[in-house]
């Protein structure tokens, strides 16, 4: 099993910053890869970032150039974040950690794993 909690969110003016941090715990040597979603008032959840074990970083084109994704795997934490820019009003969402475990136990099988969210609020 993976637990991940969020930390950060809250209240920013367009133009401004926000940083999220993810911190997984559990079975979390098999996670891979680690994102950050989010879901807006009356829309789907959707991707904003995903990083890799080995690096590898996507983002989806409404962030890019303005989130930054990294990760900190030392020792047996795993923790990661999320460097937000130049927000604007619509980054107004819930912002959920993601972790996805795969296993085989005869077939091969992946796991999601989910934070609670965090609310991150951007006023114009």
């Known amino acids: 099993q993976v637990q991940l909690v969020e930390f950060g969110g809250g209240l920013v003016q367009a133009g401004g910053s926000l940083s999220l941090s993810c911190a997984a715990s559990?079975?979390?040597?098999?996670?891979?890869?680690m994102a950050w979603y989010r879901q807006a008032p009356g829309n789907q959840r959707e991707l904003v970032a995903l990083?890799?074990?080995?690096?590898?970083?996507?983002?989806s084109e409404s962030v890019k150039g303005r989130f930054t994704i990294s990760q900190d795997n030392a020792n047996t934490k795993k923790t990661v974040f999320l460097q937000m820019n130049s927000l604007k009003p619509e980054d107004t969402a819930v912002y959920y950690c993601?972790?996805?475990?795969?296993?085989?136990?005869?077939?091969?099988?992946?796991?999601?794993?989910w934070g609670k969210g965090t609310l991150v609020t951007v006023s114009s």
């Open positions: 993601n972790a996805k475990r795969t296993v085989f136990d005869g077939t091969w099988k992946t796991f999601d794993y």
């Open positions: 559990g079975t979390i040597f098999t996670i891979n890869p």
């Open positions: 990083i890799g074990g080995n690096g590898f970083t996507n983002y």
